[in-house]
Nanobody, 123 residues
Framework: VQLQASGGGLVQAGGSLRLSCAASGRTFSTYAMGWFRQAPGKEREFVAAISRNGGSTYYANSVKGRFTISRDNAKNTVYLQMNTLEPEDTAVYYC?????????????????WGQGTLVTVSS
C-alpha cells in the first residue's frame, strides 16, 4: 500500500484545514487508518484513528472535539478535518495504515506510512 498525504499549509489560529490521504491498491478497506503528527524536536504522536468500515473512531485528547477523521472506501481515501486550529497543532502530519489497528500505543508497529504533509498554524 502506498499512501499520499495532501492538504497541509499555513493557516491562522482558529482556522481550518482538511487533510487527505489517498491509498493505492484495492485493499484499502482491509486497513485501519489513522493520522499521527510530529512537531520539530518532538516524537511522532498519535492524532486520530478510524476502523476499516469507518464505524469506530478514536482521538487524542488534545484534538478531541476539534478534529474529525473519516474515510471513503470507494475513493481509497482517509480525511482529517481540522477545525479551531492552534499554534500547538503545527507539525508534519502523517497518515498510517495497519492491518490490525492504529492507536497511540502501536506507533512502532504500523504497516505503512505516508510521506507527511506540513501544517503550520500562526498565532
Amino acid at each position: 500500500v502506498q499512501l499520499q498525504a495532501s492538504g497541509g499549509g499555513l493557516v491562522q489560529a482558529g482556522g481550518s484545514l482538511r487533510l487527505s490521504c489517498a491509498a493505492s491498491g484495492r485493499t484499502f478497506s482491509t486497513y485501519a487508518m489513522g493520522w499521527f503528527r510530529q512537531a520539530p524536536g518532538k516524537e511522532r504522536e498519535f492524532v486520530a484513528a478510524i476502523s476499516r468500515n469507518g464505524g469506530s473512531t478514536y482521538y487524542a485528547n488534545s484534538v478531541k472535539g476539534r478534529f474529525t477523521i473519516s474515510r471513503d472506501n470507494a475513493k481509497n481515501t482517509v480525511y482529517l478535518q481540522m477545525n479551531t486550529l492552534e499554534p500547538e497543532d503545527t507539525a508534519v502530519y502523517y497518515c498510517a495504515a495497519d492491518r490490525v489497528r492504529v492507536g497511540p500505543d502501536n506507533r512502532h508497529l504500523i504497516d505503512y506510512w505516508g510521506q507527511g504533509t506540513l501544517v503550520t498554524v500562526s498565532s
